[in-house]
């Protein structure tokens, strides 16, 4: 029997949206107020998702508490306040929200004691995105 567990984290950071492939005034038209050189924030919401077994014995999936220190440790300290652009996963990927749950899944993916099935990242109450995974490298792997 597989049971689905899904689990939220919150935090916030700062990007701006540019590539060195554009020069400014076509950074600024694809990119518009994304643009702004100081950059811009957000309060994300990640959710992830993991699936697997029940264990007989404990009756979850997984434990909270380990899914929450493995989360803590890989995810929040990791970017909690932090400007994504500055973070080596972004050296040479624009940190959008859809390369950020692609990084996102690429470190849950390493979560061992459940089967991850997808993440999906909330960057504001418009704008979401979900990343299953694929064979497609991640940010910064390119």
Do not use: W
């Not at 492939?21 to 694809?30: G, L």
């Not at 518009?32 to 100081?38: E, M, R, S, V």
């Not at 959710?47 to 009756?59: E, K, M, N, Y």
């Amino acid at each position: 029997m597989k049971v689905y567990l899904s689990r939220r984290y919150h935090f916030s950071a700062a990007h701006r949206l540019h590539t060195d492939a554009y020069d400014a005034p076509r950074n600024q038209t694809v990119f518009g107020k994304c643009n702004n050189p100081y950059g811009h924030g957000h309060n994300y919401t990640v959710q992830v998702t993991f699936s697997g077994s029940i264990d007989p014995i404990t009756g979850m999936v997984v434990n909270l508490a380990d899914l929450d220190a493995f989360a803590r440790t890989n995810l929040l300290d990791r970017f909690d306040h932090t400007n994504l652009n500055l973070l080596p996963c972004f050296e040479n990927t624009v940190s959008t929200t859809e390369n950020l749950s692609i990084e996102v899944h690429r470190i849950f993916k390493q979560f061992a004691l459940a089967h991850l099935e997808q993440v999906h990242v909330e960057e504001t109450s418009n704008n979401s995105f979900d990343f299953i995974g694929s064979s497609a490298p991640a940010p910064g792997r390119l």
